[in-house]
């Protein structure tokens, strides 16, 4: 068997949208399981809507996924030339024509033959009038196969057999009047000449497939592997929309997530192996098949997203993770942390990661250790130091200075000894001091947190609010 090639061709007119990512993983994930080659192709033929920053969105998502691809990316609109040469090569061997038809002329053939009727004999005709005028600029429209009764017929991985009519399939343009190439024409050009043995893609392009085809056997050369692979819709059912959330991967890598994650969670949109959710990247690259590809479009689960985030949130190391979250740290912070803050936050992440799903998360649940002191209250936090509890605190405080070995177990201790000298249960003495020396209501073990603060920071901080 020939090497195998996969390929993803996004247009650069925007964001790196998130159906688009996960049918560059799909491609990604197959021509590693097979020892293959992945190639990117931008597909700028549209030079009115590609865009440079949107070439750059491409470029930038994908690698912050961590899709490689093989080689340098091939854009479109340099191969112009060589579109060009084929369409006027199938000219030269008869499978296809000179037309000069104008789009006015068109339309007044449909309303005279009705909107569904085959325009393509009636067209064929009139090219082999030849030119109306010297100056006259014709389209290069191929040849549709004239079978009346049989069916084009495609063996999709995903979805199976698939036919049309021939009598369905027109004479399409592959070269416009000015002499730019449409995209059938390219994307079949560009996908032989890359030597595409798969073409893994969307199942809205299903019927380009079959006018695709034509080109394919009207120049003789193999035609790929297609598998077509059913979109992403909203939770609701309906195509992912702007009115879902987040449609480009950019924006969920601002939102938090982990590139990882995004893998193991697109992987698992409408590829399914079993019944687990988390799947390394490693083992997905073993075991992945394009048989395993469902039918069925698949739903955004956001909570699910967040749940396998969370996950790979608690595997990521310490150092690796406080570099991923220094973005969102100097937003809430609103300024470049200090190297003890860091230090302290660094030495809290094992608990955090249990209290967040996304980086954001994280950098808020753990922004007392980062704060200067006097240390911002929350709403909740201002409300349980009223003026007897400071005064508890400032008691408490005493406690606590008198402790020479200050570690969590130490901590607790004193103050469930405190608390019993005070006939209180522990909880109404340990909240206020959560109070006092996170500025929230709700953190990790408030002794741990005492501890990593150490006992210098936390008396100052007591004796801010006592």
């Not at 006015?104 to 393509?120: I, N, P, V, Y």
Request: charged share 25%; net charge neutral.
């Amino acid at each position: 068997m020939s090497k195998i090639i996969t390929r993803f061709a996004p247009s650069p007119t925007g964001y790196l949208h998130i159906g688009s990512a996960r049918t560059a993983l799909f491609n990604w994930l197959f021509s590693r399981h097979v020892g293959g080659t992945f190639l990117l192709r931008i597909e700028d033929t549209d030079r009115a809507r590609s865009t440079e920053p949107a070439v750059e969105a491409i470029f930038n998502g994908l690698k912050w996924l961590g899709i490689d691809w093989d080689g340098d990316p091939i854009f479109q609109f340099a191969r112009m030339n060589r579109h060009a040469e084929i369409a006027h090569e199938l000219v030269k061997r008869d499978k296809a024509y000179l037309c000069y038809t104008t789009p006015t002329q068109l339309e007044e053939m449909r309303k005279e033959m009705g909107a569904h009727a085959a325009l393509s004999p009636k067209l064929r005709q009139l090219a082999e009038k030849g030119p109306p005028s010297p100056d006259a600029k014709p389209v290069v429209r191929i040849k549709a196969p004239a079978t009346q009764n049989d069916e084009m017929v495609i063996q999709d991985v995903v979805q199976g057999e698939v036919k049309v009519p021939y009598t369905q399939l027109d004479d399409m343009i592959m070269l416009r009047s000015d002499g730019t190439p449409t995209y059938m024409l390219s994307v079949v050009v560009d996908d032989h000449d890359m030597g595409i043995t798969h073409i893994i893609r969307g199942d809205d392009h299903l019927t380009n497939a079959f006018r695709q085809r034509m080109i394919y056997d009207a120049m003789g050369w193999d035609v790929p592997s297609f598998s077509h692979i059913p979109l992403i819709h909203g939770p609701d059912g309906a195509k992912l929309s702007k009115r879902h959330g987040a449609l480009g991967v950019e924006a969920y890598r601002d939102m938090g997530y982990l590139p990882e994650a995004m893998r193991n969670y697109l992987l698992r949109l409408g590829w399914g192996h079993g019944d687990t959710d988390i799947i390394s990247t490693e083992d997905a690259i073993r075991i992945f098949e394009l048989e395993d590809i469902g039918r069925s479009p698949s739903r955004m689960d956001f909570a699910k997203l967040a749940n396998v985030n969370a996950h790979y949130m608690k595997l990521c190391p310490d150092d690796r993770l406080i570099g991923l979250l220094m973005p969102f740290i100097e937003k809430e912070l609103g300024s470049k942390p200090d190297e003890v803050g860091l230090q302290r936050l660094k030495h809290g992440l094992h608990d955090l990661k249990e209290r967040a799903q996304t980086l954001i998360d994280l950098a808020k649940v753990g922004m007392f250790y980062l704060h200067k002191r006097p240390l911002p209250l929350d709403e909740q936090a201002a409300k349980v130091l009223d003026q007897p509890t400071r005064t508890l605190l400032g008691e408490m405080r005493q406690t606590l200075t008198g402790l020479s070995d200050f570690k969590h177990d130490k901590i607790e201790t004193a103050l469930k000894e405190f608390s019993a000298k005070k006939d209180l249960k522990l909880g109404k003495v340990a909240m206020p001091l959560r109070a006092a020396i996170t500025g929230t209501t709700n953190s990790p073990s408030i002794f741990h947190v005492a501890e990593i603060l150490g006992k210098d920071e936390t008396l100052a901080r007591l004796s801010d609010v006592a």
